[in-house]
C-alpha cells in the first residue's frame, strides 16, 4: 500500500526531525532544512524503517527557499505539512541587525503562510490532508512581565501571527476534508538557542512535543499546547476575553474617559 506523504521543515534537528522519526513508520518523507548534511543523516536513519525519504535543502528565510519548497508542494502529493522551521533572534529590539528584521519575519511568519498556501490546493482536490504550523507559548506572552521571559518583541510579532493565521484559517477550514493545528510548545531541549533549553529543568523533549502534536491532531484539537492539563477551558476564556474586545470595542462613540478627560 502507498503511504502518505509529509512535508516537514526544519527537520534537520529538534521537533522537525522528532516529527519525523514519530511518523517515519507510517508515511512517506520530503525533509526540508537548509543543512542538507543533516538531512541526508536523517534520511538514512528512517530509510530501514519503511519510509521513502526525500532530501530538500532550502533556506526559509530567503523568497527563494521559500519559492523553492513552495514548486514542491505545488504538486500536489503532500497530505500532511508540518511548518516547523524557525528561529529566535533573541534581543532587545533596538539591537537587532535591520537586515535580519526582513529575515527573521519571513522565516518565522511569511515562510508558514506561503507555504500552506502552496499545499492546501492539493490536500482539498485530494479530500484529504492536514497542516500543522508551529508557532510558541511566547505568541500569547506580549502582555507577560516575567523576567525569566527573553526579550524577544520581534519573534511575538511573528509568532503571534502564525498562531493567529493558523487559527483563522482552521475556522475557514471547519468544513472541509482539511485538518489544521497550531502547535504551540514553551520551552523544549533542542539546539535552539544556543542551547538553552538543556539547561532548563522544566523543558519539554522535543520527542513529546512532536507525539502530542500528532496525538493533538487526531483529537481534533486546533491549538496545541502540549503542557496544558484543560485545553478546553483555556481555549473557552481565551475567546471569551477576544470577543469582549471585539463587541466591546466595536462601538460608534468613543468610551467614556476620552470624552470626558
Not at 57 to 65: I, N, R, S
Amino acid at each position: 500500500m502507498s503511504r502518505p506523504l509529509a512535508l516537514i521543515t526544519g527537520a534537520s534537528s529538534g521537533i522537525g526531525a522528532a516529527y519525523a522519526r514519530n511518523l517515519a513508520d507510517s508515511h512517506d518523507l520530503v525533509l526540508v532544512a537548509r543543512r542538507a548534511d543533516r538531512l541526508s543523516g536523517l534520511a538514512e536513519e528512517l530509510g530501514p524503517r519503511g519510509a521513502a525519504v526525500e532530501v530538500l535543502a532550502a533556506d526559509l528565510g530567503t523568497h527563494d527557499g521559500i519559492d523553492t519548497v513552495a514548486k514542491r508542494l505545488d504538486t500536489g502529493d503532500v497530505r500532511l505539512l508540518i511548518s516547523n522551521a524557525g528561529e529566535g533572534g533573541y534581543a532587545p529590539f533596538t539591537d537587532v541587525d535591520p537586515a535580519d528584521v526582513d529575515r527573521l519575519l519571513t522565516l518565522n511568519a511569511v515562510a508558514p503562510i506561503r507555504l500552506v498556501r502552496a499545499g492546501l490546493p492539493g490536500m482539498l482536490t485530494a479530500g484529504e490532508g492536514a497542516i500543522i504550523t508551529v508557532a510558541s507559548l511566547l505568541a500569547f506572552s506580549a502582555g507577560s512581565t516575567d523576567a525569566r521571559a527573553p526579550r524577544r518583541a520581534l519573534y511575538v510579532a511573528a509568532k503571534a501571527a502564525t498562531l493567529g493565521f493558523t487559527r483563522t484559517l482552521a475556522n475557514e477550514l471547519a468544513d472541509s476534508p482539511v485538518q489544521v493545528q497550531v502547535l504551540c510548545p514553551g520551552v523544549v531541549a533542542t539546539e535552539w538557542n544556543s542551547g538553552a533549553g538543556h539547561r532548563i529543568p522544566w523543558a519539554m523533549s522535543p520527542e513529546d512535543v512532536a507525539s502530542a502534536s500528532l496525538t493533538g491532531l487526531r483529537l481534533g484539537e486546533t491549538i496545541c499546547a502540549p503542557g496544558l492539563e484543560d485545553p478546553a477551558t483555556a481555549l473557552e476564556a481565551l475567546q471569551a476575553a477576544e470577543g469582549a474586545w471585539l463587541a466591546g470595542g466595536n462601538q460608534p462613540a468613543l468610551a467614556a474617559r476620552y470624552v470626558n478627560s
